[in-house]
């Protein structure tokens, strides 16, 4: 039956709505969503929006994962980040596209939780808590960067580990109906293209280069 809703899925959410990368649409068809939300939500796993996993953090509806996906045109042996851990679905999604994945999660009982979760799993993600604003420094550069949360400014330090090349997807904007789905491409040491590909409602990236706390974040 998960066969069937995520098959369901790739085509009334996904291709439908202009979802093209097959490579997108061939891991996300392949990914257990209903492992990644809470059990009793797990009939509701391939609704077409986000659904709540705790700790004030949502799992994005299938369509945004697969456009931001899409957008930073992840390649068999990418080097990845995924700011914004939260159950681990998009890290998951990207590991089964055939990316080594860094991901980060502020919040640790969320970042233990998708650690132990997606080793369970078998997918090959390391796990850091700790705030995403910032990075990682190590390994970075990286051949794509996303963020699953909206930051008030493109964080610097994202900017400064993308690859020559690079593409970093990131919501950005100061209000829940407000928010740019951004993609910032590095052309060379200090060039980018910035294009915006969507208006988008993300929970807030809380951090050094984020919003200061969940209260003093995005509002309305």
Do not use: N
Not at 7 to 12: A, F, I, L, Q, S
Not at 205 to 217: C, Q
């Amino acid at each position: 039956m998960s066969e069937e809703l995520r098959r369901r899925m790739v085509e009334d959410q996904l291709v439908r709505h202009g979802i093209s990368d097959r490579r997108v649409l061939d891991a996300m068809g392949r990914v257990p969503r209903e492992a990644f939300v809470p059990e009793a939500l797990a009939s509701s796993a391939y609704m077409d929006g986000p659904l709540s996993i705790g700790g004030g953090q949502t799992i994005s509806q299938p369509y945004i994962v697969a456009r931001m996906l899409e957008a930073a045109a992840i390649a068999p042996g990418d080097r990845v980040l995924d700011v914004g851990t939260g159950s681990g679905y998009a890290a998951a999604v990207a590991a089964e596209m055939g990316a080594t994945i860094c991901s980060i999660e502020r919040d640790a009982a969320l970042g233990e939780a998708a650690r132990a979760r997606l080793q369970a799993l078998g997918y090959d993600v390391a796990v850091t808590v700790g705030d995403g604003t910032r990075g990682l420094e190590s390994p970075a550069p990286f051949d794509a960067i996303l963020v699953a949360a909206a930051a008030p400014t493109v964080p610097e330090a994202l900017r400064a580990q993308l690859a020559i090349g690079g593409r970093l997807v990131i919501p950005v904007g100061r209000t829940r109906q407000g928010q740019e789905l951004r993609r910032i491409a590095r052309r060379s040491a200090t060039e980018f293209d910035d294009i915006l590909l969507e208006m988008v409602a993300f929970v807030p990236l809380i951090g050094h280069e984020g919003w200061p706390d969940a209260s003093g974040g995005i509002g309305g």
